[in-house]
Structure formats: C-alpha cells, structure tokens
C-alpha cells in the first residue's frame, strides 16, 4: 500500500461533534515517520503506542524497523474497539495488532516500562472532563510531579505525565500534541518538572503550510523527549514543507549547515522556557508590551460550529447582516501572515479574510 495517506476531516456537524468527543485526529505518514526515527534509532525491541487510533505509527515503526534490519515488537492501548478495524484497513494485521489492549492508558497504566513510545494523544479539552475525572487527573498529576496541574489541563496534559512515567531508562518519547500544552495556564509548572527530570531533545514547529493538521484550528508541536540527564540546550526546529527527509536528519543527529524545508535553532532551555517553547527563539525574553495592551483576548471561540459564525466579510454582506452584529477578530494565528498585523490587512489579503465573528 502507499506510505502516504491524506485524511480529510469533517469541519462541522454530527461527525466533528463525535471527533471532538473521542479526541481523535490522525497523524499523517510523514510526520510519523520522522517521529519513529527518533525513538526507534537505538534499534529497541518494544514499542508503544498508547492511543493507537487507526495506526500511523505502527505502520511507520514497521517501516523503519524494516529498513533497518531489526525486529521490533509492537505495544499499543486504545478505548475505542473501532480503531482495531480502521487499522486493519490501513494495511496492519493480526499479527501486528496482537499485543494491543482496550484499556485506558491514564487510569489503567501498563505495570512494565518501555525504551521506545511514540503517541498522538486523545485532545480531549478539560470542560468535556468530568468532575470526578479532573479529581482523579489533578492528584495522578500531583503525586507524579510534586506541582500543582491547573485544573484547566486537557486529557493530552495528563497523557504525557503518564507516557513520561512509563518510559524506560534512556528511552525516547515522540509526542505530537496542541500548542496550548506550553501555552496554557498550567504549562509552566508542567514544563518546570518536565525538564528537571528529562531531556529535551528538539521541539518541532510548523509553518501553516506544512502543518500536519490543515483541517484542525490549532497549532501542533512534536516533543522528543528522553529520560536521560537534563541538557543546558536543545534543537528548535520550524517544518516549512511536508517532507520527513530533512526533519528525520535532524532528530538522528546528522545536522547540516544549510536545509531546504526545515529551519533549525539551537537554543538555551531557560531561554526557551522564558519565552515560550511554542515561540522561536528570542533575544529579549521579556518584552515591554503584551498583546492584552492592544486588544482584547479570548482563547478560542467556543461555537460548536465556527463555519456557522465565524465568516468572512462577503459571506455577512451577502447573508445581509449588518456591520453593527459582527467584531473583526483573528481566529488562527496563521490567518496572520508574518509578525505584523495592520487594522486593515485582513481586509486585503485573502489567507486572512475569515475575520468576522457574528454576536
């Protein structure tokens, strides 16, 4: 079968509402790729996939092992029985899917460690979290980090307390997450633990055209992450193409001077944690004026259907409603090209003209 898969997402309706309720988008084969490279190039014999959806990172770990010349045993959990049959229509088979549990990866951990996990966890945000479920996430987190996790922390936040506790001595986690688990109000004791524990191999990032979820209104990020001794630096990388070549170089080790579709920064951790491990590199980690003095700002637009309500100015003008019932707005920092914004851009450039929100 072909490497490559493009998977089209519903944007609204019954089908995105479901989505949004298991937390499941797919990572695409060239973002996985890169990811198994990074956790497979000690050869290992195990590997886990705690969220195994309908199977990118099998399908790619099998890829590399096969290329590689090494046998390697494959772990994987879900909750969700359906994914076993997206998977086996993916092209894995029994044999493949052999040690893959139903059982919850949070709530009910595996008792043994593995030296190689690679995930894309469930983004399961916290207001769709029970309360007894928030209870029983904030101590988990309390007790494995010793620092209070905002109760504002979506299930992917606890997912990777719970991958990090499950890896191994020297093991590789590759973990393919929002934006928001760096930005959010818990990100900075999360990342404090995180990186006094661990090692932070490289941060990948993604300009909107190379991103690995075009249909998804958020900002993913690529963790690799090692439990081995914590280092003063770490690669920061920009992914400005959809090509896993240069990006898999780059977490094998084999840096180059110059690059085609990647931009790489070596960075200070505490740099990088002043500033934002979401943001590239700056030299001035604390800056006179923050976006609040300018405008005001909401973290996201909780509509249930942003095609219904978020619109551009000729789809008001021709539905009829007035200028006085729609707020200029930015809904995705990539509708945003380049550092600056005017107060008239978005009326002028067509990537950023969905910029008016009906109230």
């Known amino acids: 079968m072909p490497q490559t898969q493009t998977y089209k997402l519903p944007r609204s309706g019954v089908k995105r509402e479901a989505l949004r309720k298991k937390g499941q988008f797919w990572t695409p084969d060239w973002t996985a790729d890169f990811m198994a490279a990074y956790v497979l190039q000690e050869k290992p014999a195990r590997l886990l996939d705690p969220a195994l959806g309908e199977g990118v990172f099998f399908r790619a770990a099998k890829r590399y092992a096969r290329s590689h010349d090494f046998d390697l045993a494959l772990f994987g959990r879900d909750i969700d029985p359906e994914v076993l049959g997206q998977a086996r229509k993916s092209g ?166 110059n690059y085609n579709s990647i931009q790489v920064h070596r960075r200070l951790l505490s740099e990088a944690l002043a500033t934002g491990l979401s943001r590239p590199p700056s030299d001035d980690a604390k800056p006179q004026c923050t976006l609040g003095d300018f405008a005001s700002v909401m973290r996201g637009i909780v509509t249930g259907n942003n095609d219904f309500f978020f619109m551009t100015s000729a789809r008001a003008k021709e539905l009829g409603i007035p200028d006085t019932l729609l707020v200029k707005a930015v809904g995705r920092m990539r509708d945003i090209q380049g550092c600056f914004s005017t107060g008239r851009q978005g009326e002028t450039n067509p990537t950023t003209e969905r910029q008016r929100v009906a109230i």
């Not at 029970?130 to 209870?135: A, L, N, T, V």
């Not at 929002?178 to 004791?189: K, L, P, R, T």
């Not at 992914?239 to 990006?247: A, G």
Request: charged share 25%.
């Open 92 to 257: 894995l088979d029994d044999n493949d899917l052999r040690n893959v549990e139903m059982r919850d990866f949070v709530l009910d951990p595996p008792s043994e460690l593995f030296p190689a996990i690679i995930a894309n966890p469930p983004y399961i945000r916290h207001h769709r979290l029970s309360p007894e479920q928030k209870d029983y996430l904030s101590e988990f987190a309390r007790k494995t980090t010793g620092r209070h996790i905002d109760g504002r922390a979506g299930l992917h936040v606890y997912f990777l307390i719970r991958a990090l506790q499950t890896l191994a001595l020297e093991g590789r986690l590759a973990y393919i997450v929002s934006a928001d688990i760096c930005e959010g109000v818990f990100a900075h004791a999360l990342w404090q633990w995180i990186c006094s524990q661990y090692r932070l191999d490289a941060v990948i990032a993604f300009a909107s055209e190379a991103t690995p979820f075009p249909d998804v209104d958020t900002n993913a990020l690529v963790f690799l992450i090692r439990n081995a001794r914590p280092d003063k630096e770490f690669d920061w990388v920009k992914c400005l193409d959809r090509d896993s070549k240069e990006l898999t170089a780059v977490v094998l080790g084999r840096h180059q001077k």
